[in-house]
C-alpha cells in the first residue's frame, strides 16, 4: 500500500508539467487559478503546488456573498489552504442581487470579470479554472434545450482567449466522480457548494434530474452515449472551423479618431464577399462564430436566418445584435460597432465563446466617463510647442520641423504636418459642433463636417469622440483621419507643423509608423487616409 501510495505521489508531481505541455504552456509559467475550494480546484491546487518545476499561483476566490456564513467558512477555508501551501490569495467580493433573474448567469458573469482583472492586474497570461467533462456536457445540454445552432452545441474549450489572458481547463478529460477520486487518493480535504444543489439553477436540475432519468430509462450507458455525441458535435465543429478560420474581424478603418488604445480592439470590419462565396451551412457556421468572438453574445437562430438573407440578397441595413452591438451590413463590407457602454468602460475585445463566459458587464463608470467629454466653450488649449491630454486619456502633441522639401511627409492618419502660413503659439481642441464645416485635404470644397465623418465611416455614436484640432477659426486637422486642404505642405514650407495623436491604437511617442518611413515621397494629396467614398446605398 505504501508503495502504492508512493507511486502515486510520483504521479502526481508529474501531473502538471505533462498538462501543460499538452496545452502549449511552460510548466513554469505564472497562472492565475480559480480556487473555489471545490474538489475540482483543490486537485488543480494540489498538482500545481507538488509540480516539479513549480508554477507561480495566484489563487482568487470570488465571494458571491449569497449563502450567508456558508460562504464565508468558504473564504476561510481556501484561505487557509493556500496560506499552507505557500500559494498567493486573493479574495474577492461580488455584491449580486438574489431577487433578480438570471442568478446563475450573472454570478458567472461576475466571477469571469474579477478573475480577469486579477490576471491583467498581475501581468499573468494565464487563467485557470477547474472545469472537468460532466461540466462540459452540462453545459452542451443547457445549450441544446435553450435552443442553439450547431456551433452553439460545441462544448467547452480547454484553450480560449480573453485579450492577453488565456483561459485554459486542464481537467476536461476527467470525470466528476474520478477528480473525486484523485482528491480522496491524495488525502486532500475540500468544500461542498449547497448551491451545486439548488432546483432554482438549470445545471442543477440537468446533473441532478435529466442525467439521472436518461439513464433510468436507456441504461448506465446512455449518458456515456451523450458524451460521445458532444465529442463529435465537437470534432466536426473544429472542421467546419478551419474551413472558415481566414475569416476574421479586421480593425476598423475609423478607429485611430474614436478610440483610445484599449478601445481599438472592439469591433470589426470584414469583406462581404467572404461571407457570399461560402455554401450556406459553412456561410450559417461563419455567421455565428463571428458574431460570438465579436461580441460574446451567441445570436438566435432567427438573427442567423436574417443575416443569411441579408447577404443573400445584397441588402444594405443595420441589424442590432445581443448585448446592443450594431451589425451595419454595406455594399462591400460587413462592419460590426460596439456599444456606446464598451467604450466608456475601457473593456477589450470580448472573446470569450458564449455570453456566459464574457464578464464583461458595462456599469455605472460608463455615464461618468462620457460626462468627462464636455470641453470649455472655447475648447482645449493645445501650446505649440507643447501637448494637450484629452478627457478620454488621448493625448495631442504639438511640434515644430524641418521644413525641408526632400523630407517625406507623415502618410498616417495619426501624424500629419502641416504649413501653418503663420506661426501659432497655440492652437485650441474639441469634440465636433452642429455646423462645423471642413475641406479635406485633396477635395475639391469643403463639407459639412459631420458629412465627412459620415464619409470616412466614423460610426455615428462615435463621432463626439473625433478630436478637431482649430486655428483662429479653421480647422486644420480632423485627428485621426484627414488634415485640411489650406495646410497643406508644399514645395515652399520652411517651417512644420508636426500634430502627433498619442494615446490611440498602435502609435508610440516619437515612433513613426514603418510605412511611412519606407513608401517614397509623394504629393500630400495623393495620400490614404484610411477610408473610402461614401457608399451611397447605406
Known sequence: MAQRDASLGELDRERWSRLASALGLAPREPVVLAFSGGADSVLLLHWLCVSDPRPAVIAVHVHHGLRGAEADADAEFCAATCRAAGVSFRLRRVALDPQLPALEERAREARYRVLLEEARRARVGVLLTAHQA???????????????????????????????????????????????QLAEHAGLAWREDSSNHDPRFTRTRVREAFLPEIERLAGASAVDNLRHFAQA????????????????????????ATRRKDDSVLGGTLRRSQLARLPSALRRRALWRLVVQGTSHAPSRRLLALLEQDIDSGACVRRTLPGGWRLCLRSLVLELHPPLEALAERTSQAWLPFRELAGGATGPRAGAWLARLEAPPEGFHLPVPGSVTLPDGRRIVATWSDGDPQRPVPRDARVVELDPAARPDHLRVRWPREGDRFHPLGAPGSRPLRRFLADARVPSAERRFVPVVWREGELLWVAGLRPAESAKVGPASAVRLRLELLGGPGLERGREPASARARPRARQAEFDFGFEPRDTRQ
Open 134 to 180: 460532466d461540466d462540459a456536457l452540462e453545459t452542451t445540454l443547457m445549450r441544446w434545450m435553450r435552443g442553439t445552432d450547431l456551433a452553439g452545441l460545441a462544448g467547452i474549450d480547454a484553450v480560449s482567449a480573453r485579450g492577453r489572458v488565456r483561459l485554459i481547463r486542464p481537467l476536461l478529460a476527467l470525470r466528476r466522480a474520478e477528480v473525486r
Open 233 to 256: 458535435v465537437d470534432a466536426l465543429e473544429r472542421q467546419l472551423s478551419a474551413r472558415t478560420a481566414e475569416l476574421e474581424w479586421k480593425p476598423l478603418l475609423a478607429r485611430h
